[in-house]
Structure formats: C-alpha cells, structure tokens
C-alpha cells in the first residue's frame, strides 16, 4: 500500500509568489493535517481537514488556506510567500480526527 | 503556544548502549506519539500510546504514557547505529485535534 505522497519534493519560490502543494493520504484515510517544520524545531500545525471540511486551524496568518477534495487529497496554498515561509512542510494523513498521523516525505520550500 | 520540552536535547552514545528521553508538557493529553525523524525526510510514527499509564514497545523501543498525562516517556534499548535521527514527542488534548510537537532529541550513536 502506498504511504503519504507529497508533491513536489522540492520548491523555489520568489517573494511575493504563490505557491500550491499537494498531499495524497494513505488510502482509506479521511483525514489530512499540514504542518511546517523549520530547520532545528518540530513541525508546527497549520490546519486540518476531515471529509472535506475544515476541523482545526493554528496560528498561521490567512495568507495560508486549504481546501480536501471529494477523494480525500489536499493542497495547501500559500499566498504572498515571505521568507520567513521557507520551510519543510509535512502533510499527515489520518483515519479519523483523533488517531495517530502518518506523515508523507514532506514539500522542501525555499523562499529566496 | 502549547510547548513541549523534550529532554535531553542531544545524546551520544556507545552502539549497544540503552536511551531514555522524555518529554513534559503544561497541559493534559489524551494521545501521545513518538516519531523518528531523519535528515530532509518526513517523521516516521514509532508508538503510539492512548491510556494513561499504558506502556507499549515495538522492537527495541518502548514508550509510557505517564499517569499525570503531562508527560512521556521513550526508551530504545540496545542502541545501533540506524537509531541515529531526531525523535519527536507529539501530544494531542481531548479538545481540539491538532498535535503538539515537542522539540526534538537529536540522538547520536558511535560504532
């Protein structure tokens, strides 16, 4: 069975820019969550979805949004990209809202 | 923001050698996990524990859930030098359904 994909591997982005990624979950899960992980610390929770509808959001400013589709997969999209927005970001792929994450190989993003 | 203090930081260790860290936490939890993360790759969940008290191993890992619910423990015994990697705690309340990351002892083992 395949695990979490994630799409792409690897981003460069300009500031200012937009930018689109994208998680497939483990099949069978209902759930996606996104986090961000900066060099040196743990991953930072950024929004959850559980059957397409939003279920839980952090601290991230709006320029962040997310949307799941009928098939369970996801994109994270963030707007008016900062510096401070580079980052590895993990998609975690879940059965329900409150069992254990599976993450996917994580969207290496460098704002530059 | 919820913070969870994972100690030690770092460890480095003679190959054959047993580990324990742990991780603590200001507010309750209902679920705890355990990840193993390496270098550019996504965390890779190890244990996961549901029950106040509950102690649970997987191979040479074995984690406790502590019965203050505030805190977490991991011990691998029997270290080799493939356990080398950073290990996460992540907790989750019985409200809300986001998970709460510690963060990180990085572990070192020396052939």
């Known amino acids: 069975d395949a695990g979490v994909t994630q799409s792409p591997t690897h981003l460069i982005k300009t500031r200012g820019q937009h930018v689109t990624l994208r998680c497939s979950p483990i099949s069978g899960h209902k759930s996606v969550s996104w986090y961000q992980q900066v060099l040196g610390q743990g991953p930072q929770f950024i929004f959850q979805y559980y059957e397409k509808e939003e279920r839980g959001r952090g601290n991230f400013p709006d320029r962040f949004s997310a949307r799941q589709f009928p098939n369970y997969s996801s994109e994270l999209n963030v707007n008016a990209l900062l510096l401070g927005d580079s980052a590895l970001y993990l998609c975690?792929?879940?059965?329900?809202?409150?069992?254990?994450?599976?993450f996917g190989q994580g969207t290496r993003l460098t704002v530059v | 923001g919820q913070q969870l203090n994972q100690s030690p930081q770092s460890m480095f260790i003679q190959e054959g050698e047993d580990v324990s860290m742990n991780c603590t936490s200001s507010s309750i939890f209902n679920t705890w996990l355990w990840y193993k993360q390496d270098p550019g790759e996504g965390p890779v969940l190890l244990i996961a524990l549901y029950k106040a008290g509950e102690l649970t191993s997987n191979g040479r890992l074995t984690a406790q859930f502590g019965i203050t619910r505030k805190d977490s423990f991991l011990n691998i015994s029997a270290s080799i030098p493939s356990d080398v990697g950073i290990y996460f705690c992540a907790g989750q309340r019985r409200t809300g359904n986001q998970f709460y990351f510690g963060t990180g002892t990085s572990l070192t083992v020396i052939p």
């Open positions: 975690a792929s879940s059965l329900g809202t409150n069992t254990e994450a599976f």
